[in-house]
């Protein structure tokens, strides 16, 4: 059997795992049982939290049983996790004020006038608008950014569909850019 996760645990002396039941070589009970059964008291005492899209009482109930020390169900919840971090690991959450982030502004207030701005061509259009329709959010941020960075006519119209990204909109945009894209 794989006994790659022993050797990390020596190597690196985390102060705590997060490990998956589903893994490639072998499952999250088996690696646990193992870290538990180990002669070096600095890895068989790591803390272990499992977590898993299986939310049955059984998988939960077995991973206590392999030795872990909290399991928490996917997706996890941020709260649910700092939670256990605080017990397992003896931490005390000190939280700062978080300054007024300014709202993003709304896309229909973006600063984009299609009498003042240049529309670029075609062939950027079709490309832009392509990643829109697939969902690749940061490859059309980019890819707006360096129409801007490329040619600053496009200025006010990339900024418009960047502004609309970071609000991901992409219904917006691609309504948007179906106005100036050609069929």
Known sequence: MDRKHLKKAIEYHPDLIISDVAMPVKNGYEMIAELRQSAIPEVSSIPVVVSSASVFESDRHESFQAGANEFLPKPIQTNHLLAALKQLMDIEWHYAVAEAIPATPSPEKTEFSESTSMIPPQEI????????????????????????????????????LITMAKAFRLKAIREFLEKYVEA
């Open 125 to 160: 259009l079709k490309e832009i608008y392509e990643l829109a329709r697939r969902g690749l959010i940061n490859d059309f941020i980019s890819a707006a950014e360096q129409m801007q960075t490329k040619d600053s006519q496009y200025a006010s119209f990339s900024q418009h």
